[in-house]
Each structure stands twice: as C-alpha cells, then as structure tokens.
C-alpha cells in the first residue's frame, strides 16, 4: 500500500472548520482513501472514505484533489469532541488486507 | 456504522498467567478479523489477520505460539495471550471487515492488559 504523509499535529478553535491535510502521492488507480480518528484510549472510529470524487457524510467531507495526489478532510464545526489523532490511510479494496496505520495528525480543538 | 465490541474492557493478570479477550461483530458477519497492538504515544501495529475456519497469519516478529488466535465464527474471533510477561501489557484492539466492494474495517473499543 501506499504511504501517506500527514503533520504531526494542529490547532483549531472550537466551532471554525478543521482541515486535515493529507499527501499520498504514489497512491495506485485502485487504492482508496479512507480517514480513521482515535479518540485518547478508544479503539479507532471511521470517518469516510473515498476514490476520486468528493465524499461527503455526517461527520466530514473528504476532498481528493484531481490527481489523487493529497487530500483533505473537513470538519465543518469542530467541537472540543473532535479532539484525536487523525489517520489518512490508502489502501487496496477488495484484497483482504488490514489497515496500516502511521502516525497520523493530533488534532487539538481548544474553546 | 457497524458495531464491534471487545471483552474484557481491561484486565489485570500476574505474571505467567493466560489471558483471552474477545471481540465480536454484533450486526454483521466478518470472514475476516485483524487484532492490533498499541503501546503509549505509538500507532497502532498490526500483530495478525484472522479469517474464519482458517490459522491466522501473523505479522513479522509477532510469536505465533504467544498469541493464540481462534477464529470459530462469522462473529467471533479470540486472541488469547499466553504465558503473559509485563512486556505483554498493552491496548489490544481488534477490528471487523465487512464485505462489499469497499470492505470498511470497524474497530472494537480495545482491551488494556495490564501484566504485574
């Protein structure tokens, strides 16, 4: 699979839009880009994913640029709740193969 | 999404003692179940895949015959930790795939073993 690059950390104030960025320039035609969040002593909670087009659900929307180089989760109101280390993970769907995980982004939401 | 839970939610053992932990998916059936280690401040390591009527495929470094790995069902997978060592003690969490053609991993809420 292959590998992301996400910053080790950011601030957001509570209530503005929090965008993650993520570079995954040697991703292949049939890998996927998905975003997991862990929350301080919880086990991994998914976000979205995607393949080149715009996804958008309840919690985020995930933006792929045109040559699915990087990407960029948005949450639209971050709320002190959305404090978490962020993972921008691309993988091959339909291989059986689990998630890699890096080191992902700590994302600090402060009032 | 899909619920996946674990059992215990953490436990406390001596030294030289077993240790199994459970994890379950409650609404949807799973060929194919992974379990993770994560030590503080680390990410998340896979240690093995785990699929249904079939031995588990452990990742490098990660002693087979340490950690027992049962996959008797579409919803329940084991990971039993044997002969327990405090460099055993950890945040075990494992996580379901589901089918489909993008087959999204869920993850259980982990289990923090604490080896004395």
């Known amino acids: 699979d292959a590998k992301t690059t996400q910053p080790p950390s950011m601030d957001c104030a509570e209530g503005r839009a929090a965008n993650l960025p993520c570079n995954h320039s040697?991703?292949?035609?049939?890998?996927?880009v998905y975003w997991y969040r862990q929350i301080h002593s919880q086990g991994p909670q998914y976000i979205i994913h995607g393949l080149k087009n715009n996804e958008t659900n309840e919690m985020a929307s995930l933006i792929i640029t045109e040559d699915r180089k990087s990407s960029t989760l948005i949450l639209p109101h971050a709320t002190l709740r959305d404090t978490a280390v962020y993972y921008c993970i691309v993988r091959v769907v339909g291989a059986g193969t689990a998630l890699i995980f890096g080191k992902g982004t700590t994302l600090s939401v402060s009032s | 999404g899909a619920v996946v839970s674990q059992h215990p939610s953490w436990v406390i053992c001596k030294s030289g003692t077993s240790v199994k932990i459970e994890c379950r998916s409650l609404?949807?059936?799973?060929?194919?179940m992974f379990w993770y280690r994560q030590f503080p401040k680390q990410s998340l390591m896979l240690m093995a895949t785990s699929n249904e009527g079939s031995k588990a495929t452990y990742e490098q470094g990660v002693e087979k015959d340490k950690f027992l790995i049962n996959h008797a069902s579409l919803t329940l997978s084991t990971l039993t930790v044997t002969s327990a060592h405090p460099e055993d003690s950890s945040f075990y969490i494992c996580?379901?795939?589901?089918?489909?053609?993008?087959?999204?991993?869920?993850f259980g809420p982990g289990t923090r073993l604490t080896v004395l």
């Open positions: 040697t991703i292949s035609g049939n890998e996927y």
């Open positions: 996580s379901a795939k589901t089918s489909g053609v993008t087959d999204t991993q869920y």
């Open positions: 609404d949807f059936q799973a060929t194919t």
